[in-house]
Structures are given as structure tokens and as C-alpha cells.
């Protein structure tokens, strides 16, 4: 159980253009995702945090208007990389919460297994 | 603000031997705590989680963990790596409650020889 899915897999773009990645949690609803970035031999930087149907948390020096999140459902969040240029390759991972216990709040967040994003 | 650090950035053993990669964090309060691995060219999964009880955590693939709260860590040991045990290793830290923000360590790679 547990699953993330991410689609695309693997992206490449030209320059100026725009590109949509969903984030599905397959088996479980997902009270909360998150999206990643993660840079090559280093860890996962955190980019935002996305609960349904309300507006996204984005991370202190994430442009919100350049990384549009929408979070429709319990089960997909998408994140949108808008005029995207060279420097916004990466590689792109979004998680989801499952909860075990709400009274605890003992949340464990599974991870898709993301997207690289080439911008030529 | 809570942060993790991960001491051994790349560790190289060769198959059998024991590994322990050290994890320490900074808040002090309740924590929760993970260790993820990403095998090369696949995403992070799940090896192992303390939420609270035993202090010594059973994973996944023999990968057990250790919970020390005077010392702040949560090192991570398997008593004999194998060959497929070659991949990077994640921290990983909730604090408190009241946040949904997962705190990563740096991360240290593993290689291991055959």
C-alpha cells in the first residue's frame, strides 16, 4: 500500500515554455503533498507544501507565480513550471502524507518516483 | 529551526562488513524520525520510522535504527551490507505535532564492494 505515482517520468522542454507534473497517490488519500527539488548528489530540497483544496505553502525563496500548484483532490496535486528556463532542470519528486493515527498525528510521507525535467 | 546532519557524506565498505551512518538533529523536542533510501535510479522509499516506544527500530532488509534522545541521534546500522545495499541514505525529521514539513539530512551515499 502507500503508492505515489508521478507523471511524466521524464520531460524535456524548450525554453519558455510551460510544464505540467502530476503527483497521484494511488491506494490512500493524501491529506497533504509536497514537492521536492532535488539536485544531482544532493538531498531533497523542499519546494512546497499542498493541502486539498487550499492554497499551496510555498518555501522561502520559491516563486509562487513561476511554480503553480493545484491540489484538485485527495489523490492529485500538480505542479506547473511556467515559462521554464535552463536553470529549472531538475529533478522533481512530490510526496504524499498518509496518516496512521489521527490523534496522534503520525504522518509518514511516501514519495513518487519523480520527474526529470531537461529545459533546452 | 530543526535541522539534521549527516556525518559520513559517502562511505565505501565492502560486502559483509557492518555499517553504522550516523544521523543527529537539533530540536529537542518530540520528534518523529525516517530513514529513506534511494537506490540508484529509482525514488525514496521507506526503510525504517520511530514515531515513539522501543527505541530500537526494526526495518526493512535487516536495516535496524537506534534512537537515542540525550544524544539526538537516530544512527543507522545493518550488521552485514551486501552489494545491493549500494544507494544514498536519507534522514529524515518531523518536529513536534504541529508540522507536516519533513526536515532532510544531506544525505550519504554507500558503496558497497563485492
Known amino acids: 500500500g502507500a503508492v505515489v505515482s508521478q507523471h511524466p517520468s521524464r520531460v524535456i522542454c524548450k525554453s519558455g515554455t510551460s510544464v505540467k507534473i502530476e503527483c497521484r497517490s494511488l491506494d490512500f488519500q493524501a491529506t497533504t503533498m509536497f514537492w521536492y527539488r532535488q539536485f544531482p548528489k544532493q538531498s531533497l530540497m523542499l519546494m512546497a507544501t499542498?493541502?486539498?483544496?487550499?492554497?499551496?505553502?510555498?518555501e522561502q525563496g520559491v516563486e509562487k507565480d513561476k511554480f503553480l500548484i493545484n491540489h484538485a483532490s485527495l489523490t492529485l496535486s500538480t505542479l506547473t513550471v511556467t515559462s521554464a528556463h535552463p536553470e529549472d532542470s531538475s529533478f522533481y519528486i512530490c510526496?504524499?502524507?498518509?496518516?496512521?493515527?489521527?490523534?496522534?498525528?503520525?504522518?509518514?510521507?511516501?514519495f513518487g518516483p519523480g520527474t526529470r525535467l531537461l529545459v533546452l | 529551526a530543526q535541522s539534521v546532519s549527516q556525518h559520513n557524506h559517502h562511505v565505501i565498505l565492502s560486502e559483509a562488513a557492518s555499517l553504522e551512518l550516523g544521523c543527529n538533529y537539533s530540536?529537542?523536542?518530540?520528534?518523529?524520525l525516517f530513514w529513506y533510501v534511494q537506490y540508484p535510479g529509482q525514488h525514496l522509499q521507506l526503510l525504517l520510522k520511530y514515531f515513539s516506544g522501543d527505541p530500537l527500530v526494526k526495518g526493512i532488509k535487516g536495516f535496524e535504527a537506534e534512537f537515542i534522545k540525550s544524544k539526538f541521534s537516530f544512527n543507522l546500522r545493518k550488521p552485514s551490507v551486501q552489494w545491493s545495499d549500494t544507494a544514498e541514505y536519507f534522514c529524515a525529521v518531523y518536529q513536534g505535532y504541529n508540522t507536516d514539513k519533513l526536515i532532510f539530512g544531506t544525505g550519504t551515499r554507500l558503496q558497497v564492494f563485492p
Open positions: 530540536y529537542g523536542g518530540t520528534v518523529n
Open positions: 499542498s493541502n486539498e483544496g487550499s492554497k499551496a505553502t510555498y
Open positions: 510526496s504524499a502524507t498518509h496518516i496512521q493515527g489521527i490523534a496522534t498525528r503520525q504522518e509518514t510521507q511516501y
